[in-house]
Nanobody, 115 residues
Framework: VQLQESGPGLVKPSQTLSLTCTVSGASITTNYYWWMWIRQPPGKGLEYMGLIAYSGGTEYDPSFKSRISISRDTSKNQISLQMISVTPQDTAVYYC????????WGQGTQVTVSS
């Protein structure tokens, strides 16, 4: 299974960040596959943000719940992340991750929040 993140790279403070994870090698609706967004700020550890399940159900970490939305496009086999009101503290490498079956990471996409 391959996961490929894509996004804008640079976002201004207060704007909305939109990232996409394109999946190949498996359907995002495969039973018992959970698709996660995880980030790593510079000099810090991995931060779990939330997930969308094979059923379409979502779960968000309380730290991000008020600002993020995770969705999917089954016709494109893609998972998306939207984060509102970004700040420089949201600067990080953002990863999508498949949990279940062949646990797989995308290569990550760097997002910098700066004016």
């Amino acid at each position: 299974v391959q996961l490929q993140e894509s996004g804008p790279g640079l976002v201004k403070p207060s704007q909305t960040l939109s990232l996409t994870c394109t999946v190949s090698g498996a359907s995002i609706t495969t039973n018992y596959y959970w698709w996660m967004w995880i980030r790593q700020p510079p000099g810090k550890g991995l931060e779990y943000m939330g997930l969308i399940a094979y059923s379409g159900g979502t779960e968000y970490d309380p730290s991000f719940k008020s600002r993020i939305s995770i969705s999917r496009d089954t016709s494109k086999n893609q998972i998306s992340l939207q984060m509102i009101s970004v700040t420089p503290q949201d600067t990080a490498v953002y990863y999508c991750f498949l949990w279940g079956g062949p646990n797989s990471w995308g290569q990550g996409t760097q997002v910098t929040v700066s004016s």
